[in-house]
C-alpha cells in the first residue's frame, strides 16, 4: 500500500524551529514531485512548499520564504521541512502530498 508518513511536529515557542519528515513506503519518491500542505483550524488548506522530481527545484509560499526549507533525501527515500522563525501563524496540521498520496498529518503548533 501507497504511503506517506509525516513525523516531527510538536509546539514550539515563536522564533523556535522543527523540522517535519515525509517518509515513503511502497513507491520511490526520486521520480516525483513532492509537496507540503498546512490546514490551519477554521481554513481551508494551502501550499507551503514543493520540490521537482527531475532536479530539486523549490517553490514556497510567500508566507513561508525564507523561513522555511524543503529538501529530499532519496537514500532514505524522506522529504525533509525545515522550518525555522516559527510564528503563531505557522500553527496548523502539516500534510506531504506526493504520487496521488496525502500523509496522515503531523501537528505544529506556534505559542508561547
Known amino acids: 500500500q501507497l504511503q506517506l508518513v509525516e513525523s516531527g511536529g510538536g509546539l514550539v515557542q515563536p522564533g523556535g524551529s522543527l523540522r517535519l519528515s515525509c517518509a515513503a513506503s511502497?513507491?520511490?519518491?526520486?521520480?516525483?514531485?513532492i509537496g507540503w500542505f498546512r490546514q490551519a483550524p477554521g481554513k481551508e488548506r494551502e501550499g507551503v512548499s514543493c520540490?521537482?522530481?527531475?532536479?530539486?527545484?523549490?517553490n514556497y509560499a510567500d508566507s513561508v520564504k525564507g523561513r522555511f526549507t524543503i529538501a529530499r533525501d532519496n537514500a532514505k527515500n524522506t522529504v525533509f521541512l525545515q522550518m525555522s522563525t516559527l510564528k503563531p501563524e505557522d500553527t496548523a496540521v502539516y500534510y506531504c502530498?506526493?504520487?496521488?498520496?496525502w500523509g496522515q498529518g503531523t501537528l505544529v503548533t506556534v505559542s508561547s
Open positions: 511502497e513507491f520511490t519518491l526520486d521520480y516525483y514531485a
Open positions: 502530498y506526493s504520487g496521488g498520496v
Open positions: 520540490i521537482s522530481s527531475s532536479d530539486s527545484r523549490t
